[in-house]
């Protein structure tokens, strides 16, 4: 509206991951934020880690904010950028731009600017295994910006062992707008109270 861009609801989802034929062969997503938020979390230290991680076992989908979670009243959890370091800050505050840099260039530097006013208030939560090639959910939740990555059960690779068990090739990334109406519920109540409509 005018100049102003709003990048939520955002859903980017894909199973596989990466093309190994057809058309879209050598097609790759997902990976550098699946890599980054691992070594988010290899970046804190045993105190912050253990406030970080959740849970160790991840035998389902974690995503809490996916299609019809308008306004999830959902609470802080995870390690606070109000207790990190000056570069685990910049690692954090990095990690959000991968997921903000969808948009344009300058409605990205708002956002960002908006993501780092709030670092203190910004919670890192991690939900799986903390080994190397293993699968997790991690969320970075602040009153302006919630993220979540989750490595989900097979859609159609039901093939892969174990079956019904979340793995690397199939991934959701939802971003949202805390409390924002994102979905455009209150905008459309607005214009029909606004607007005639014949019925």
């Known amino acids: 509206m005018g100049d102003q861009v709003v990048m939520t609801p955002l859903f980017v989802g894909s199973e596989p991951v990466i093309a190994t034929a057809g058309k879209y062969k050598g097609t790759v997503i997902l990976q550098e934020e699946q890599a980054k938020g691992f070594e988010f979390l290899r970046g804190l230290d045993d105190k912050q880690r253990a406030k970080a991680v959740l849970e160790v076992s991840k035998t389902a989908n974690n995503n809490l904010t996916e299609a019809f979670k308008d306004n999830v009243d959902l609470d802080y959890s995870g390690a606070s950028g109000k207790d990190m370091t000056?570069?685990?800050?910049?690692?954090?505050?990095?990690?959000?731009?991968?997921?903000?840099?969808?948009?344009?260039?300058?409605?990205?530097?708002?956002?960002?600017?908006?993501?780092?006013?709030?670092?203190?208030?910004?919670?890192?939560?991690?939900?799986?295994?903390?080994?190397?090639?293993?699968?997790?959910?991690?969320?970075?939740?602040?009153?302006?910006?919630?993220?979540?990555?989750?490595?989900?059960?097979?859609?159609?690779?039901?093939?892969?062992?174990?079956?019904?068990?979340?793995?690397?090739?199939?991934?959701?990334?939802?971003?949202?707008?805390?409390?924002?109406?994102?979905?455009?519920?209150?905008?459309?109540?607005?214009?029909?109270?606004?607007?005639?409509?014949?019925?």
């Open 86 to 199: 000056a570069a685990q800050r910049r690692a954090l505050t990095a990690l959000i731009k991968l997921f903000v840099d969808n948009m344009d260039d300058g409605h990205a530097r708002v956002k960002m600017e908006e993501a780092a006013k709030h670092l203190d208030r910004t919670w890192f939560a991690w939900i799986g295994s903390t080994e190397p090639g293993g699968v997790f959910y991690y969320r970075i939740h602040s009153p302006v910006i919630l993220i979540e990555f989750d490595h989900q059960r097979p859609a159609g690779l039901r093939h892969i062992n174990p079956p019904n068990v979340p793995n690397r090739e199939h991934i959701h990334v939802v971003v949202r707008t805390p409390n924002g109406n994102d979905y455009g519920k209150d905008l459309l109540r607005q214009h029909y109270e606004r607007s005639k409509h014949g019925g």
